[in-house]
């Protein structure tokens, strides 16, 4: 049996990558600040915070393990996002509102 | 407010939690640039950089209260070994991290009652900054015994690995809660805690995550440090005094 190909360096293949959300304050949402490398998800959390909120950027904090983020690829860019560009009728700005209704 | 017996007491007092602190956060910055993963820098850096805060405090205090008015600075960078108080275990050189989690957990687990106790202390100063550091340590306690679970309970070789290091670090331990005149004094003044008084729970904690950890706690070590409360130290504290006084003492006074 051969061994599979090593990519990275040692501490790459022993500890997972992870994507770190930041909450700043209560009432906004989660927002990506970036990723790290840590053993396991409570390692992550505690990296999280040391690397993150050192200067008190947040009140909540996720990770998510980078793996399990399936993501739009770049390729699929034209397809995936240009026919939203001349659908104007998807913004509500694009219809005028009726004089006689009421509460809109 | 506390009379003059009781400040004289506290300035002591203040002086060797202080150097615990800074002696502690000194080891503890060597390790940037040199732990296992760049996110274990930084959450040793921000641990060592704690301590460092609670040492300026305290010795900022330590010189208020002993009337000699001497700064942070001149306690930190102008005093020489055999007048730093703190204990050995802090001293200690830095040796592999599974050394550095077991000195961090009974250290901090230690410092975690402490000012849990001090919070209620006559000296304002005292009760202030102990009210802001338990919070600090409980996170350097958390971190700690995280590490020490993974490592325990982690491979054939962190867990042996982790095992030497409880037992190299268990001859520096029962310093930390000996009843020294200071702390004694500084007890009856109503400004400190009997360390004694701590061991239990910091025992407690200590016992259950090694266990947690399937790892064991050291028998009875055969020797045990002593000295460092009256400033007899053992030989690594002069090497780390000579690079972190150096450059204060070819420039003195100054800054940036």
């Known amino acids: ?104 | 407010m506390i009379d003059a017996v009781a400040r004289l007491a506290a300035a002591a007092y203040c002086l060797e939690l202080g150097d615990d602190a800074l002696i502690y956060g000194q080891r503890l910055g060597e390790w940037i640039s040199r732990a296992p993963q760049i996110e274990e820098d930084m959450a040793l850096a921000n641990i060592g950089l704690d301590l460092v805060g609670q040492a300026r405090v305290l010795l900022t205090r330590s010189g208020e209260l002993d009337g000699t008015g001497r700064t942070e600075d001149d306690l930190a960078y102008f005093r020489d070994e055999r007048q730093f108080h703190n204990v050995h275990l802090v001293e200690q050189e830095r040796s592999d991290f599974g050394f550095e989690m077991a000195r961090m957990l009974w250290f901090s687990a230690y410092q975690r009652e402490l000012y849990a106790a001090l919070v209620t202390s006559k000296d304002e100063t005292l009760a202030g900054v102990a009210a802001k550091a338990v919070k600090e340590v409980a996170y350097h306690r958390d971190h700690a015994s995280q590490w020490v679970l993974r490592l325990g309970d982690g491979t054939s070789e962190s867990h042996v690995r982790m095992q030497d290091a409880l037992g190299r670090v268990a001859p520096h331990v029962a310093e930390l809660f000996e009843d020294d005149a200071v702390s004694v004094a500084a007890a009856e003044a109503g400004v400190g805690i009997l360390p004694s008084s701590l061991w239990d729970r910091a025992f407690d904690h200590v016992s259950r995550v090694v266990r947690q950890a399937t790892l064991t706690l050291p028998a009875e070590p055969t020797w045990r440090s002593r000295g460092g409360r009256d400033g007899v130290h053992s030989r690594p504290m002069g090497y780390l005094l000579a690079e972190m006084q150096h450059i204060a003492r070819s420039h003195p006074g100054a800054t940036w």
Not at chain 1, 80 to 98: C, G, L, N, S
């Open chain 1, 1 to 104: 049996m051969s061994t599979p190909a090593v990519k990275g360096s040692a501490s790459e293949r022993s500890w997972p990558l992870w994507e770190v959300f930041v909450r700043g304050k209560r009432g906004l949402s989660h927002v990506h600040v970036g990723s790290l490398h840590a053993p396991d998800a409570e390692m992550a959390l505690r990296n999280g915070r040391d690397v993150y909120t050192r200067r008190q950027e947040g009140v909540s904090l996720w990770v998510v393990r980078s793996t399990d983020i399936t993501a739009s690829s770049p390729d699929e860019r034209d397809s995936f996002f240009d026919p939203a560009a001349d659908k104007v009728y998807r913004h509500p700005t694009f219809y005028e509102v009726p004089e006689d209704v009421e509460y809109l």
